[in-house]
T-cell receptor, first 113, second 113 residues
Framework: SQTIHQWPATLVQPVGSPLSLECTVE??????LYWYRQAAGRGLQLLFY??????ISSEVPQNLSASRPQDRQFILSSKKLLLSDSGFYLC????????????FGPGTRLTVT | QKEVEQNSGPLSVPEGAIASLNCTYS??????FFWYRQYSGKSPELIMF????GDKEDGRFTAQLNKASQYVSLLIRDSQPSDSATYLC?????????????FGKGTSLLVTP
């Protein structure tokens, strides 16, 4: 069966500090991978998606970036955090090739102070 | 802009009753529709999906889709206090967005004993 991991689970970072969130998927190959953010009182917002190694598409211009160095690894980064980056960051995967269902990891709750 | 609309609630139903959750979407070309359940502080969990017009039943859950009216609903029969959560409606984007999901802001459901 497939499993998706995210870490860390929670993070408190000062404004201007760097960020690195990691997501890994087990039990599948060549998945589509997604980063979403859920801010307080708002819906889930798509940040990035990837259909393969090194292939990253951004949906929202901002100070965040993403990378996919391995087939089942997806990393979300920032060089300098803003207060507005606070939120619940969710990684999701789908089987790829136009597959529809997405499954979410446990999430990382980020608070920027 | 592709939109998914839900009433924020809270929707309060007594234990044992039927809870009815509704969702409308703007993109007439949408083909895949999902319901996720999200407990407070947790990540979304996929509970139902539907691709064709009509009803789809799984246990106490029934998803209903009407593409002509651009309307999706979720019925929960014999509601239990453990069903108290936020229910997110989601609609697949197309290949241009890696089939990422567009989410509504969710409906909060409270099942009272």
């Amino acid at each position: 069966s497939q499993t998706i991991h995210q870490w860390p689970a929670t993070l408190v970072q000062p404004v201007g500090s760097p960020l690195s969130l990691e997501c890994t998927v087990e039990g599948t190959s060549n998945p589509n991978l997604y980063w979403y953010r859920q801010a307080a009182g708002r819906g889930l917002q798509l940040l990035f998606y990837s259909v393969g190694i090194g292939q990253i598409s951004s949906e929202v211009p901002q100070n965040l970036s993403a990378s996919r160095p391995q087939d089942r690894q997806f990393i979300l980064s920032s060089k300098k955090l803003l207060l507005s980056d606070s939120g619940f960051y969710l990684c999701a995967w789908s089987p790829g090739q136009g597959a529809r269902k997405q499954y979410f990891g446990p999430g990382t709750r980020l608070t920027v102070t | 802009q592709k939109e998914v609309e839900q009433n924020s609630g809270p929707l309060s139903v007594p234990e044992g009753a039927i809870a009815s959750l509704n969702c409308t979407y703007s993109d007439r070309g949408s083909q895949s529709f999902f319901w996720y359940r999200q407990y407070s502080g947790k990540s979304p969990e996929l509970i139902m999906f539907i691709y064709s017009n009509g009803d789809k039943e799984d246990g106490r859950f029934t998803a209903q889709l009407n593409k002509a009216s651009q309307y999706v609903s979720l019925l929960i029969r014999d509601s239990q206090p453990s069903d108290s959560a936020t229910y997110l409606c989601a609609v697949n984007g197309n290949s241009n967005s890696g089939y990422a999901l567009n989410f509504g802001k969710g409906t909060s459901l409270l099942v009272t004993p």
